[in-house]
């Protein structure tokens, strides 16, 4: 397991670029407004009665958790790998002796923590100045809410590496990434709570793929889930994971087969 | 009179100098208004999509039914084309031309620097928004069998008006401020967050933050109020307030670059 040897000192590196680099995570913060503007017209709604079982106190909750989990589990790289194949600096990656995916991934995890660590204490306190109790914090389903957020990670992460790997034959791939941020948020539970969609939709909602990253994990924070229903959809999740992760692997390869660098 | 009436000719004459520029600017990119227009309308595709679940909830919502705040949403986008085909690329440029000192040849040119500054470049892919608007306003005006009166029209014009120069203000604002703070990048995006709470009616956002929006920072006035002025629901009083505050930010917004200006001491010197 030459690997696990490997990833401490990969981790330590990308640490302390992440933590060069934090003013730059303060503006990805504030590209949560319009769910919060969302939040703000819903909770107008629910003072003259709850809107699909949802309080004024429960839509507080359910974005608070949603934008605090967005950033646990979003994951931006596609326009760093775009690039790194465009231009033919991957080259430099190939030569080494790992996975250029590691490279990736050890950036994303300590970005993580940067993120998580400024957000914590703002959410914290909001949830604490909200009337009500939003979240339900008992430690199974705090346990619950932790595997949901690796889980989400994982597809989201894979499910970027996937779309990357169109830079092989294609230049627009961060046209299709916007594309599929813009569905995802919508679909995913980020912009709407998937329960306020028709009752057929919501129902289909949860078996696609976009409520891995953000609805699945904040109704599991929020109380929403019966332990069953949670399991349940937790195993949805984990197959998108494994389809993804496959899809992902056979893109990068056929894309490796055909890569020539510019210059090489 | 006279002079007056000469300037404003003059001033006229090099706005259509500036848009035929960038005209021609943007023609070397024809494909880019593809995919501005596609994103727009994305972008339309999803406002009337969250506004369409906010209604199979309750019919109506602040007292706005679903093709009434239709028109609301139409104004959203007709505003922020106006930012993103001219606010943003002006204020981008204002703040590297700080930075880097360029801003002396706009200073020693025989025209109004803020005139020069705010208005030189227009990004015409970006007026997709506003086709995009123009289309949800007249598709709401169809859906709800509305021929508003003439004199609806004029203050819906007027509003509108009022609304671009109050976005104006704030671009001018903005801009002034990069002569201060160099780098702007933080506040700019707090303000354009701020803009997205015009993408509904004013009334369906819950107390404070209605008062909030309808009078402290009249961010109602770029799209709520045009559309009321639309339906005709629009009291004298309000309309007179917001064509007031319009004025009023134009004016300090001037006074302002102007600061701006006399505290400039170029990049190299």
Known sequence: ?264 | MRGWFEAMRRYLGLLRLFAQNSLLTSLEYRVNFAGALLISLLDALWAVGGALLFYTHRSTIGGWTFHEALIVIGMFFVASGFVDAVMQPNVRDVIEAVRTGAMDYVLIRPVNAMFHATLRRLRFDKCSSLLVGALLIGYALLQLRLRPAPEQWLLFILLSLAAIALLYALMAALAALCFWVVDIANIDELVMGALETARFPAQAFPEPLRGLISFVIPIAFISTAPAEALLGRLTPALALYGLAFAAAALWLSARAWRRAVAHYTSASS
């Open chain 1, 1 to 264: 397991m030459r690997i696990l040897k490997v990833y401490p000192a990969l981790l330590r590196a990308y640490w302390e670029r992440a933590a060069a680099y934090r003013a730059v995570f303060m503006v990805s913060l504030l590209n949560a407004v319009f769910p919060l503007v969302m939040m703000a017209i819903w909770i107008g709604m629910a003072q003259d009665g709850p809107v699909a079982g949802y309080t004024a106190a429960d839509f507080a909750g359910y974005y608070l958790a949603a934008v605090l989990v967005r950033r646990v589990t979003g994951v931006g790289i596609v326009q760093d790998v775009e690039r790194l194949i465009r231009t033919g600096e991957l080259t430099v990656y190939l030569i080494r002796p790992l996975d250029v995916i590691h490279h990736f991934s050890a950036r994303v995890l300590t970005g993580r923590v940067v993120v998580v660590s400024m957000l914590l204490a703002p959410v914290a306190l909001a949830a604490l100045a909200i009337p009500g109790a939003q979240f339900d914090l008992q430690p199974a389903n705090l346990l619950f809410f932790i595997l949901a957020c690796v889980i989400g990670l994982l597809f989201e992460f894979l499910a970027q590496y996937l779309i990357s790997a169109l830079s092989f034959w294609i230049v627009q791939t961060q046209g299709v990434a916007a594309a599929y941020q813009f569905v995802k948020a919508f679909l995913g539970g980020y912009i709407v709570p998937l329960a306020l969609f028709p009752a057929p939709l919501a129902a289909a909602l949860t078996w696609l793929p976009f409520q891995c990253s953000v609805a699945l994990p904040v109704e599991i924070l929020t109380g929403r889930l019966a332990p069953e229903q949670a399991a349940l959809r937790l195993g949805i999740s984990a197959a998108w994971v494994t389809l993804i992760a496959l899809g992902a692997r056979a893109a990068w390869r056929a894309g490796l087969r055909g890569y020539s660098a510019a210059g090489a």
